[in-house]
């Protein structure tokens, strides 16, 4: 029979044990950009075979990735929303932001293009007359970064949010499944290059407002602070994070996409100036 203190002994054990394995594990919280595109179905194994470490992804929008941080529940966020990310880290939430890629968002839509978007070099523009034609248009609805580019966008047109109007729908779906409803409602959207690149044999939507300095789409790598989320693991999110930023994997991010698209995914941005 066990006596209570050798029970104490057992039970210490156990605990620490469960320690020293969750410790092996890193829940990285990332937008569907990354996983829709195939990106980090690319690159976690590599990780995962390098470091000893088992990454567990949340791919949600930038928004949810970052609140999941706050509160403790990932250990590192690779997400695309510059403006929130600067706020959170002056606010002490993060003690590292470091810059991983780029690549650019498109608004895309039917062929028939009834908004009459094609080769539009303004982009604030062509949402304004997306709105001016009540033509149909979906958004992610879901505080991803892509949405709060969306917003911006509205912003500059002088527009609200165009919330509850009858050609407005919100899907409150990652990026692909996105696509996927504004291909079957003959709508526009506004999308990452790569997620939109990756499901284009899929849908029927063509890229028409692309280029303009607005549509630039950064991402970076974030630790959370340990003061703020005392139970996150440190040492594996920051293992990842060095990752991202590692030479090869930067020449890995920057070839991803060439062989199946005949063009980069992402372009590698590790190391240069950040003005994001």
């Known amino acids: 029979m066990l006596t209570f203190k050798k029970t104490l002994i057992l039970l210490s054990l156990v605990s620490v044990a469960g320690l020293r394995l969750q410790t092996r594990e890193v829940v990285l919280a990332s937008t569907t950009s990354t996983r829709d595109t195939g990106l980090l179905d690319s690159l976690l194994p590599r990780f995962e075979a390098r470091s000893g470490y088992r990454v567990k992804l949340i791919a949600v929008g930038t928004g949810q990735a970052l609140a999941l941080a706050r509160r403790g529940d990932a250990d590192v966020v690779l997400v695309h929303a510059p403006e929130a990310e600067r706020t959170l880290v002056d606010s002490g939430y993060f003690v590292r932001r470091r810059l991983v890629m780029h690549n650019e968002f498109l608004i895309v839509g ?15 523009a062509a949402m304004r007359r997306i709105a001016d034609a009540r033509v149909p248009f979906v958004s992610r609805g ?20 165009p919330h509850g109007q009858p050609w407005y729908i919100e899907s409150g779906q990652g990026m692909g499944a996105t696509l996927q409803m504004a291909s079957e409602k003959e709508a526009y959207t506004l999308t990452d290059i790569g997620t939109y690149l990756a499901w284009k ?5 063509v890229s028409l407002v692309e280029g ?3 549509l630039y789409n ?6 959370p602070n340990p003061r703020n989320a005392p139970r996150i693991n440190v040492t ?41």
């Open 110 to 124: 039917p062929a028939a293009d009834p908004a009459g978007l094609r080769g539009m070099p303004d982009a604030a």
């Open 218 to 223: 950064v991402y970076h790598v974030l630790e």
């Open 142 to 161: 879901d505080n991803s970064g892509t949405q709060m580019r969306e917003l911006m966008l509205w912003r500059k047109t002088g527009l609200t949010q």
């Open 212 to 214: 303009d300095p607005e």
């Open 201 to 205: 044999s899929k849908i029927d939507l």
């Open 236 to 276: 594996g999110g920051r293992a990842f994070a060095d990752f991202l930023v590692d030479t090869a994997t930067q020449r890995l991010i920057g070839e991803f996409g060439k062989a199946r698209f005949g063009q980069s995914l992402f372009v590698p941005d590790a190391g240069k100036p950040d003005q994001w």
